[in-house]
C-alpha cells in the first residue's frame, strides 16, 4: 500500500512539475519544497491533489513547507490521516 | 554608526551629486552600469576580493571574485556581440539563481544591451507576453527551460538567439547556441560601451489592473540611486557579507542583488535553492551573513518555525534586517527581535521607482507596521484620490505620490506611453497604493488602489489570469481577486462559471489550478477556487471584480447602482 502511494506521488510529481525532458531523478527522498522542484506557491495544487485522491482535508497547521518537503514526509503526515 | 548618520541631517542636505561623487559616475564619460559593477572595483585594487558566494541547493558552491566577474561578464559580452547582438537589443535572461545570471546581466550592459531578466518559473504563456512585447533578440536561459521556450519560438519572429550555458556542442538542440562563460578563452579587457546616463539599461515586467504586464524600462544612471540606496538603507560596508533572497526576475533582486552590491563593493552571497528555514538559517551560519533583506512573506514562514528554530543556530554575525515587497506587519517587527535581538526595517519601493522611496533607516525609530519615511531626495506626499492634491491632515488617507526627478525612476513603459503618461497627476507620479502619514512623517500602508493582487510580494494582474483561465477548456467565464492570507498577504482566488456540460468537481479544480501554474507562473495559480453559476458584471457586461474582492474582505460593498441583475 505506501509502495502505492509512493509511486502515486512521485509519478504526479513527474507530470506536473518537471520539464519532460527533465534530467532530475525523483525518488521518495528527493527534496521537493527546499530543492525549488515544487515552490511553496505549487505546494498548494500538490497538497490538493493528495487531498482529493484520498479524500482528507489537511488542516493549515499541518501544511507546512517540512511536512511536504519530499514523498517520505507525506507519507508520514498522511499516517496521521490513517491513510496507509 | 550607521552609513546614513543622522536621518535629519541627510534629509535636508541630501543632493544626488554625492552619489556620483563617491562613484565619479561620469569619469571619461563612463556611465555604464556594469563599469561601476566590476572593472571599477578591480580598477581600485580589489580585484581579489570575493564579489559572489553561490550556493546550490544540494551544497555545492562557488565564489567569484570581482576580477572574475569582470572576465566573465567581458567574456558574455564578446560573445553576444559576435552573435550579432547590437546596442539596444532586448535579451532576456531566464534562468534560475546561477552564477551566469548575475554575470551576464553585466555582460548585456556592457555590450549596450538591455537586459531583460525575467523569473524563472514563469510558463510558457507568461514567457512569451514578456518576449513579444519586447520583441526580445535573445535568451540566455538553461537547459531546464528550454522546453518552454521551444514551445513558444515559432510565434517569436525576433527571438533570433537561444543561448544554454549549462549545455555543449552536443547536447544543444537545433539552432541553440551552447555557450560556457567559464570555458571560452578569458576577455582580460572589453571596451565597455559608452552608454549615457538616460541610455536603456534594465526592462523589468510587471502587471496592472488591465492589460497585459508593461516593461517598466530604466536607464544607467538608475545606479546613482541603487548605490546610495544600499549604502544607506541596506547599510552595507566594505567589510559585510551582504545576502539579498529576492530572485532577480523581479526589480529587488536586480537593483539590490546585483546593481547595489557590487556597486558598493561588497561580498554577496547568493542561495540557488527553495525555502526551508533550517537551510536559511544554516546558509547564514556557514557564511556568517551580516546584512539581510528579505520578504515579509519569508519573514512569516519563519516565525511559523518559531524562534527555537533560530537559536539552535549562531546568527550573531547579523547586524542589520531589512525586508521589501510587501508591507511588513508590525508581529513580524516584535518577532525578529525576539528570534535574531533585532527589528526587520520595512522598506517601500515599486518596479517603477527602480530603488527604495519610502523605508525605516539604521538608527531611527521604528514604528512597527510603518513603512518608514521617505529618502533623501524623495519627495513623498499623500494625494486625494479624486482630485490629486496634497493631503496635508495627518492620519488621512490618500494615494502615496512621488515628485519625478530621481535617477531610477522609470523612464517610460515599453511600447506604452499611454499607460505611463496615465501614471502621473498633477506633476506627481501615482504610485496606485494607499497611505496616511503620520504627524511625525511616517507613512503608513494601507492597500493597492486598484485590482491588482500582491502576493509574497509579488504583483499579478487579475486581467492575465482571466485570459488564461478562458483558454481552459471548462471555462466559461472568470475573475480573479486576491483574498487575505496570513503569510503571502494574498493570494489569488478564481471565481469561476463553467461551460455547459462541465460539473464543478476536485478534479477540474486541480485542472484548472495546474493549467494555470504551467502557463503563467506558480505565483498566478489560484490557491482557491470557487464555482458559480456566473458572475456580477455592470450593465455594460464588464466583471464587478470589487464586489467579489469586498466579499472575501469583509468589506462593504459600496455601489452597486450599475450592477447587471440589480
Not at chain 2, 535636508?12 to 551629486?17: L, V
Request: charged residues 25%.
Amino acid at each position: 500500500m505506501i509502495e502505492e502511494i509512493k509511486k502515486l506521488i512521485i509519478d504526479y510529481v513527474k507530470r506536473e512539475y518537471l520539464e519532460e525532458d527533465a534530467e532530475d531523478e525523483i525518488n521518495e527522498s528527493t527534496p521537493l519544497i527546499s530543492s525549488g522542484i515544487v515552490d511553496s506557491f505549487s505546494m498548494v495544487s500538490l497538497k490538493t491533489f493528495i487531498e482529493k485522491k484520498f479524500n482528507i482535508k489537511i488542516p493549515d497547521e499541518k501544511a507546512t513547507t517540512d511536512a511536504f518537503d519530499s514523498v517520505n514526509n507525506i507519507i508520514e503526515l498522511l499516517k496521521e490521516f490513517n491513510v496507509t | 554608526m550607521s552609513n546614513i548618520g543622522s536621518y535629519e541631517k541627510r534629509y535636508e542636505n541630501f543632493d544626488w551629486n554625492i552619489s556620483a561623487q563617491e562613484l565619479d559616475y561620469g569619469k571619461d564619460g563612463m556611465y555604464n552600469i556594469a563599469y561601476y559593477c566590476s572593472d571599477r572595483i578591480v580598477e581600485q585594487g580589489h580585484g581579489e576580493k570575493v564579489a559572489l558566494i553561490w550556493q546550490g541547493f544540494i551544497g555545492e558552491t562557488k565564489h567569484y571574485t570581482y576580477l572574475d566577474i569582470k572576465i566573465y561578464s567581458n567574456n558574455f559580452a564578446r560573445f553576444l556581440i559576435e552573435i550579432g547582438i547590437a546596442p539596444g537589443d532586448r535579451v532576456c535572461i531566464f534562468m534560475d539563481r546561477l552564477p551566469e545570471l548575475y554575470i551576464s546581466f553585466l555582460g548585456i550592459l556592457k555590450m549596450g544591451g538591455i537586459t531583460q531578466p525575467l523569473f524563472s518559473a514563469f510558463g510558457e504563456d507568461a514567457l512569451f507576453t514578456r518576449l513579444d512585447d519586447a520583441q526580445t533578440k535573445a535568451i540566455i536561459t538553461t537547459k531546464k527551460h528550454t522546453g518552454k521556450i521551444r514551445r513558444i519560438r515559432d510565434r517569436l519572429p525576433a527571438l533570433e538567439k537561444v543561448i544554454v550555458v549549462d549545455a555543449n556542442e552536443k547536447t544543444a538542440k537545433g539552432d541553440e547556441i551552447a555557450f560556457n562563460m567559464e570555458a571560452v578563452p578569458k576577455v582580460e579587457d572589453f571596451p565597455v560601451f559608452k552608454a549615457g546616463p538616460e541610455t536603456p539599461s534594465v526592462l523589468h515586467y510587471t502587471s496592472g489592473t488591465t492589460g497585459k504586464p508593461k516593461g517598466a524600462l530604466h536607464v544607467h544612471s538608475s545606479i546613482l540611486a541603487q548605490y546610495i540606496t544600499a549604502k544607506w538603507v541596506l547599510d552595507i560596508t566594505p567589510d559585510d557579507i551582504y545576502w539579498c533572497t529576492a530572485d532577480p526576475g523581479w526589480v529587488t533582486g536586480t537593483s539590490y542583488g546585483i546593481i547595489g552590491p557590487w556597486a558598493n563593493g561588497v561580498t554577496q552571497a547568493v542561495f540557488d535553492s527553495g525555502f526551508s528555514s533550517e537551510k536559511w538559517y544554516q546558509f547564514i551560519e556557514k557564511y556568517k551573513i551580516t546584512v539581510w533583506y528579505t520578504a515579509p512573506t519569508a519573514i512569516r514562514l519563519l516565525m511559523k518555525d518559531g524562534v527555537a528554530a533560530v537559536k539552535k543556530h549562531n546568527l550573531n554575525t547579523l547586524r542589520h534586517l531589512v525586508s521589501v515587497g510587501e508591507p511588513l506587519n508590525a508581529e513580524a517587527v516584535v518577532w525578529s527581535e525576539q528570534a535574531f535581538g533585532k527589528p526587520f526595517h520595512d522598506s517601500y519601493w515599486q518596479t517603477e521607482t527602480g530603488s527604495i522611496v519610502i523605508t525605516n533607516y539604521p538608527g531611527m525609530k521604528i514604528k512597527a507596521g510603518s513603512m518608514g519615511k521617505a529618502f533623501p531626495g524623495i519627495t513623498a506626499i499623500v494625494v486625494d484620490q479624486k482630485t490629486f492634491q496634497p493631503i496635508k491632515i495627518p492620519g488621512t488617507v490618500g494615494l502615496i505620490a512621488l515628485k519625478p526627478g530621481w535617477p531610477s525612476m522609470f523612464r517610460t513603459y515599453w511600447n506604452n506611453k499611454v499607460m505611463y503618461d496615465a501614471k502621473f497627476r498633477n506633476n506627481w507620479y501615482i504610485c496606485g497604493d494607499r497611505a496616511s502619514i503620520d504627524n511625525e512623517g511616517y507613512f503608513w500602508f494601507v492597500g493597492r488602489d486598484d485590482d491588482v493582487i500582491n502576493t509574497a510580494g509579488h504583483l499579478v494582474g487579475p486581467f492575465e489570469i482571466e485570459s488564461a483561465l478562458l483558454e481552459h477548456e471548462a471555462v466559461a467565464e472568470s475573475a480573479a481577486v486576491g483574498i487575505p492570507d496570513s503569510v503571502n498577504m494574498e493570494v489569488v482566488k478564481a471565481f469561476v462559471a463553467l461551460k455547459p456540460g462541465y460539473e464543478p468537481n476536485a478534479d477540474l479544480e486541480l485542472s484548472i489550478m495546474n493549467y494555470i501554474r504551467k502557463k503563467l507562473s506558480p505565483l498566478a495559480m489560484p490557491q482557491e477556487i470557487e464555482f458559480v453559476d456566473s458572475l456580477p458584471k455592470t450593465r455594460s457586461g464588464k466583471i464587478m471584480r470589487r464586489l467579489l474582492r469586498a466579499k472575501e474582505w469583509g468589506q462593504e460593498i459600496g455601489d452597486v447602482s450599475t450592477l447587471e441583475n440589480e
